[in-house]
């Protein structure tokens, strides 16, 4: 591990946080992290991955507050959470601008309606990408039908949900049974 | 007028929600936005998600969006400061707690665990977003065009949603 300069730093995190397009953004961090700077070796940032994981929040914020805080402590966290979000931040606010100055117009609502119809689209397939990585326990199958009855069918909110389900899911897979 | 400590409580929950993939808030995001407090139509609610995900960086600054439409850069400092910033501060504390000590193999099991319960909430989350968004033959359409497309070719997103916004533009009324 090489610290690297804050400002450096702060300014790997922008580049990455606006160019980002669509997902994937994990790669980046390690593209830029690891392999073209060599702050961190690639154990430190499978670590620092799995904690973001691990824990409440975006995953992608959580990550770069984590570095923040290995290289510079809590300062370096908070400035890295607020610069990741900066770039996507400042679009949505032109975005909502323009939008709403456009939209008495009718093609306005018939765009927005197709954007949305392929958004859910795109998500579905996230769903499909990443649903090997739910292959653990035999009853993981079970889990994920028990969330989704009880948050759609039941309309449970969230909170208890979670609180029931993920200790019990968290024991069917505990050391040993893999 | 939206009462922001309202807002900020909500985002407040959202954050802790967010595990494994951020589209799991999506059903409370919902059920808060839509249903409990009438902030947003389904239709509007859609659009946000849809919105979102064409802006670079992390996921889920659908907030920052729907935060800005709901209460300018007031409601911007609510949704980082309520959704965001808990969370990640959190991260920073545990992540220096958690390197002071040795591995635990339940460190993995958690995340075995944890994989099923992310999985099942964002089915979850797909089920909520794609009712609001899904509403007549020509988007069921559109969005079995979106996941095709993503499906037989790595497309980058953001090229899909741009060319959904066209086909929207040129479809009859």
């Keep these: 591990m090489t610290q690297p300069p804050l400002a450096k730093f702060l300014g790997r995190v922008l580049f990455i946080a606006a160019t980002a397009f669509g997902g994937g953004m994990g790669a980046h961090y390690y593209h830029h992290f690891v392999e073209r700077t060599g702050w961190l070796s690639r154990d430190q940032f499978f670590q620092d991955m799995t904690l973001a994981q691990l824990l409440p929040g975006p995953n992608m914020v959580n990550v770069v507050a984590i570095i923040g805080q290995r290289f510079y402590g809590p300062l370096g966290a908070a400035l890295a959470t607020m610069v990741v979000l900066l770039p996507g931040t400042t679009l949505l606010v032109g975005l909502a601008s323009l939008i709403a100055a456009v939209q008495a117009n009718t093609a306005t609502a018939r765009v927005m309606d197709a954007v949305a119809a392929a958004a859910a689209g795109l998500l579905a397939m996230t769903i499909v990408r990443l649903a090997p990585s739910a292959k653990g326990a035999r009853f993981n199958v079970v889990i994920v039908l028990v969330i989704v009855g009880l948050l759609i069918v039941v309309r449970l909110p969230m909170v208890p949900v979670v609180l029931a389900v993920a200790p019990i899911a968290i024991f069917l897979n505990r050391p040993g049974t893999r | ?173």
């Design chain 2, 1 to 173: 007028m939206i009462d922001l400590l309202e807002l900020y409580l909500v985002y407040l929950k959202l954050g802790f929600l967010a595990i494994g993939g951020a589209a799991g808030v999506l059903p409370e995001m919902y059920r808060e936005f839509v249903v409990v407090h009438g902030w947003m139509t389904d239709a509007e609610f859609a659009q946000a998600y849809a919105i979102g995900q064409l802006a670079p960086g992390p996921n889920m600054l659908m907030q920052m969006y729907v935060s800005y439409q709901l209460a300018g850069f007031g409601g911007l400092a609510v949704a980082l400061l309520g959704f965001f910033a808990p969370t990640a501060a959190i991260c920073a504390a545990f992540s220096r707690w958690w390197y002071g000590r040795a591995a635990s193999p339940w460190t993995a099991a958690i995340i075995r665990g944890l994989a099923p319960v992310a999985l099942g909430l964002m089915v979850s989350g797909l089920w909520t977003v794609g009712q609001a968004a899904i509403v007549d033959g020509k988007t069921a359409v559109i969005a079995l065009g979106a996941a095709g497309l993503m499906l037989t070719r790595r497309v980058n997103p953001v090229i899909v949603i741009a060319l959904a916004a066209v086909v929207g533009y040129l479809s009859p009324v």
